[in-house]
């Protein structure tokens, strides 16, 4: 609870109080339980198995803690990137990223602002996401894409 906390705090100052609330009911398993799991959670960290077969696509949500992400299998994805305003989600920029079966390392993720993931490919997307809680991980701003290891 002391993470959700600091994550509210951090969104606050960003979003100012409505929209950092509002943000927060599109965390990745509120907004979009079919594809995200929570597997293990502690006050460090939160790990999420997500997992989206071909032709399926996930709901617009967000990731507001910086996380380390294990793709076990990998597919073509097209990647829509929304904002929300006035409560309504407006979608903008689509764009196709990864191939089936891709295996990268594991890569290292800032908070990721509202977007969904579409499976367009032949393979079912499979990964582990190692988000990070406390205070390293609310000083992190969302929206920042990739970012460097503390």
Not at 47 to 65: N, Q, R
Not at 87 to 97: A, L, N, Q, T, Y
Request: aromatic letters at 6%; a negative charge.
């Amino acid at each position: 609870m002391v993470a959700a906390n600091l994550l509210f705090v951090s969104c606050l100052g960003i979003y100012g109080e409505d929209g950092a609330a509002k943000l927060a009911t599109y965390d990745a398993v509120v907004a979009d339980p079919g594809h995200h799991r929570v597997v293990f959670e502690n006050e460090k960290v939160r790990v999420l198995e997500v997992i989206v077969k071909p032709g399926e696509k996930e709901a617009f949500h967000v990731h507001l803690m910086p996380t380390v992400m294990t793709i076990i299998t990998g597919a073509k994805l097209r990647l829509t990137l929304a904002t929300l305003e006035d409560d309504k989600v407006v979608i903008g920029k689509s764009m196709e990223i990864g191939n089936d079966n891709l295996q990268p390392p594991p890569l290292w993720m800032g908070p990721e602002m509202l977007h969904s993931f579409e499976n367009i490919g032949a393979v079912t997307f499979h990964a582990y996401r190692v988000e990070l809680k406390g205070e390293e991980g609310s000083k992190q701003t969302p929206g920042t894409g990739a970012a460097t290891p503390p």
